[in-house]
């Protein structure tokens, strides 16, 4: 899978077998990242909650982007993830890797068991039914005060080193490492998902999915199957959001969190995974950079510059770029 | 002899500005909530900030400069809040951290507060267990807590021929402190709390909770919410099912006839019963000159409530710690000079902080709204206690 240089020549074959080659560029965003951290020492609590977004978003679009399954409840999932990353840290262990692993395994759970209910529906109603998930949720965390702490959130979860190793600090060194590295694994793991056979089905599925039924691919099994992995990757995302900011609260699960990463993904260009890199880097950004400036009308900005790239780039930031691509070559030949 | 008075001269010209020039400026890092829930009690709070900038400036010794830095929590996001409060000191390496609406939130930033060893001084959440009894390293207080209103208003009604009360709060942290303050007071003194509910935090249509009290006929209805436009919510269905007809009196802490609100309230407000530190109608000479520098500023029918004070008070205290360093600042130095703070001068009365624990210590007045030449207002009956320190730390000394 792992091919340095993807060569233009040669035969139809070879290209088809190359197609999954990884290519140069694709290291572009772990430098850029790796290159931010020295660049930007004193953004790195932000760095870390844009690498943590990315994960949420790469684990959005497996399922939205690629198998097609239209979803506004996916923070069901991160604060499924963030509470129990929270909880298990209070009751058990500050030990961090190991919370991650729970926290992948309370998304998964609600995951599968949400997916095999409401993956029978499709289109609007499955829409309303991811919604009504999230709600589900949210109001049994915020009901179950003695658990969760209700409004007033989860306090003093305190985190050990990672590997006894390395503490979180106040600046967010650790913090900003431990995002990444997770964060490339689960790129990996999300690359090699997709270019497989199970992904190629899953965009069987979203593209034409009577054709699937009829070539008999077992379609409902698929979905759960990639929502529940999705439901773990945003599980993960979510833990890691309750270790590094040692906090746990309700926005955890809110809707705006379920709205804004789909936004992010959309804006970044959804089914290519990069879409995710790109959209989350812009949005928590300009957010950012918009709040800074303007506390108090920053989120007329941020609206404003959404409703510029729905008008003028509907493909998303990466589906612009190639645009502009097809549009060079066109001009070379 | 004249060429040694002329270069001492010519030196002292050459230095004087430079001495300006490297100026002190002393940076505080203002965290509320400008969006979401309650964005109009952050936006009041940055009115005082403002206010106070415009009126004191020019007070701070010379040379010294103080530069607000400007953040949005958000509403209830503590980990927002906690980012926020982590780059202000890292990033922008502010000497004080300020502001802060939400109790979760200003329960997320005091431990980066001790670990910067930034003086974070609390203008408004109000739960008591922000600070420890014990106190938190670098964290003072200058708004109130739940208990300072909640426990006296307990007491005041179970000796005014209350026997029945119908306990409604929000569900959160000052919900819960406001409903166990208010049942110990009442019931030590001999009342009845028929039936305690708790209302999600996010509550917009009080009317369901409402019908309940009304079915149970209490005496009264003890009711919190967080101050802002919640306040009308809960006037709204007090008035719309009838309970003061039905007989059934409305007490609480001062939120819920919180003064900037009041104007939005109608008459369904008159009578409603309230224990609280600081009243607008407050007849205080520094109150009067507060209320008047503001309306000019910012109109007539615009009136500062409790947030806008503990934020102006809080303003006094930071500037008289930059005064009492001449402008350069040591945080450690600051942090304790912060919880010895004390003033007469302020809207509310006398107050100070409580060296002990870096809460506030401040007098609690019997309040009811009444129209006073057309306007409705949260007139203030009698001083019920004077000096209160925060109950619960004298209740719990080893939380």
Known sequence: MFRWFNSDKGSAVERFVQRDALKPIELLPWILAIAAYYVFPSYLPLGSQILLTILFAISLDLALGYAGIITLGHAAFFGAGAYAAGLYALHVTGEPLSGLVVAGLAGGILGFLSGLVILRTSGLTLIMLTLAVLLLVQEFANRARPITGGADGLSGISMKPIFGQFRFDLFGHTAYWYCLIVLFFVWLFALLLVRSPFGRALTGVRENVTRMHAIGAPVRRRLVTVYTISAVLAGIAGGLLAQTSQFVGLATLGFERSGEIVIMLVLGGIGRIYGAFVGVVIFMIAQDTFAKADPAFWSFWVGLMLVLIVLFARGGALGVVDQALRWVRKVRR | ?399
Do not use: C
């Open chain 2, 1 to 399: 002899m004249k060429f040694a008075r002329f270069a001492a001269l010519t030196l002292a010209a050459v230095l004087l500005p430079l001495a300006g020039a490297s100026a002190q400026t002393v940076k505080i890092g203002f965290i509320t909530s400008y969006t979401g829930q309650n964005a109009s009690v952050g936006a009041m709070m940055d009115q005082a900030v403002k206010l106070w900038m415009k009126e004191h400036t020019k007070h701070l010794p010379a040379g010294v400069k103080v530069e607000i830095i400007n953040r949005d929590d958000t509403g209830p996001n503590p980990e927002v809040a906690k980012r926020l409060a982590t780059e202000l000191v890292t990033r922008d390496k502010v000497d004080f951290l300020a502001g802060v609406i939400w109790t979760p939130n200003a329960a997320a930033i005091a431990p980066i507060a001790a670990e910067a060893k930034v003086p974070f001084v609390i203008m408004n959440a109000g739960t008591s267990g922000i600070i420890p009894s014990g106190g938190a390293p670098y964290v003072t207080r200058v708004s109130f807590t739940l208990w300072q209103s909640s426990l006296p208003l307990g007491q005041w009604a179970a000796k005014n021929n209350l026997k029945k009360v119908y306990s409604l709060v929000s569900d959160f942290g000052p919900g819960i402190d406001a409903e166990t303050a208010f049942k110990k007071g009442f019931t030590d003194g001999g009342g009845t709390v028929v039936e305690s509910v708790r209302m999600p935090l996010a509550t917009q249509d009080f009317a369901p909770f409402f019908q309940k009290v009304k079915d149970a006929k209490p005496d009264a209805a003890f009711v919190f919410i967080p101050a802002g436009v919640q306040a009308t919510g809960v006037m709204k269905a007090y008035q719309d099912l009838g309970l003061a007809q039905a007989g059934i009196k409305l007490i609480g802490p001062g939120d819920i006839t919180t003064d900037e609100e009041l104007i939005n309230m109608g008459d369904a407000s008159v009578g409603a019963t309230t224990m609280f530190h600081y009243s607008a109608a407050a007849k205080r000479p520094a109150n009067e000159a507060f209320i008047k520098s503001w309306k000019a500023e910012y109109g007539s029918n615009s009136t500062p409530a409790f947030p806008a004070v503990a934020t102006w008070d809080g303003m006094a205290a930071i500037f008289d710690a930059i005064k009492a360093q001449n402008g350069k600042m040591d945080n450690a130095k600051s942090a304790a000079f912060l919880k010895t703070w004390k003033t007469d001068n302020s809207p509310r009365g006398p107050i100070s902080v409580d060296p002990e624990t870096g809460d506030i210590v401040q007098n609690e007045y019997l309040r009811r709204v009444e129209r006073v030449n057309g306007v409705l207002s949260n007139v203030e009956l009698e001083t019920f206690a004077t000096a209160v320190k925060d109950p619960w730390k004298i209740l719990n000394p080893k939380k």
